[in-house]
């Protein structure tokens, strides 16, 4: 029996890699050569890179580094290695069916590589979205999704965060939003843990029905089991 969810929103805010876009394969390759380069345990660098800004994990394992020439040989390697960025199960759909100027997208990436693989993977690339030259403070911080809001003329409170880390998580979380978690890299427990109102598989679970009198997205979460409200 299929179990179904209404949500009602102003906007969406999609984190990008894990929940619209699978570059697993190409950050793995990209962080693991530069571990080994610098001598470091290369899947504990794959492994603590994933979804904050590269500058962090640069200034974290180079303290004494020109941090901003090491992140900038990062992201070039980044937007050169495309192979296997994919779009994930139901990002186009969801996209394509969403008012455009309701949703955006607030990554931890910057906006060069953002747009890079977005169109790698096919999808759209909104006029507007937040990246890591947009904050001073990145996920857990509520920043990221606060601006996110903003953008787009809403509160956060009014808006549903599509994430898939715990970080991303609290992050929304704090900012005062709904959280829907995708499973991709982080367990259920943490994701819950973590505050998500809802967990899902990926983006097919969620469908855009329409806009209501009062100007509210009208979503339909479902799945084969129901979602784990915490």
């Not at 580094?65 to 994919?86: I, K, P, S, T, Y």
């Not at 990246?131 to 509520?142: F, L, N, Y």
């Not at 967990?199 to 784990?228: H, R």
Request: charged content about 20%; overall charge negative.
């Amino acid at each position: 029996m299929m179990n179904c969810v209404n949500i009602r929103c102003r906007a969406l805010l999609f984190d990008l890699d894990g929940v619209l876009i699978d570059s697993t394969p190409a950050v793995s390759r990209v962080w693991r050569g530069w571990a080994l380069e610098h001598g470091f345990d290369a899947q504990e660098v794959v492994r603590r890179a994933h979804g904050r800004p590269s500058l962090v994990t640069v200034c974290e394992y180079l303290p004494h580094a020109d941090h901003l020439a090491e992140n900038r040989e990062v992201e070039r390697r980044e937007m050169e290695d495309l192979e296997g960025v994919v779009p994930l199960p139901g990002a186009l759909a969801l996209l394509n069916a969403l008012p455009p100027d309701r949703w955006t997208i607030v990554t931890s990436c910057t906006r060069a590589l953002a747009e890079v693989r977005l169109r790698a993977a096919g999808l759209p690339v909104p006029s507007r979205l937040v990246t890591a030259q947009d904050v001073t403070r990145s996920k857990p911080d509520p920043e990221p999704f606060q601006k996110g809001a903003v953008i787009l003329g809403f509160a956060a409170a009014d808006c549903l965060v599509l994430e898939d880390s715990p970080a991303g998580i609290r992050a929304g979380k704090a900012a005062g939003a709904r959280v829907l978690a995708l499973r991709a890299i982080a367990p259920d427990s943490e994701l819950a843990a973590a505050g998500a109102d809802w967990l899902a598989s990926n983006c097919s679970s969620l469908s855009f029905v329409s806009v209501n009198g009062a100007g509210e997205l009208l979503l339909l979460l479902t799945g084969d089991a129901p979602p784990s409200a915490v």
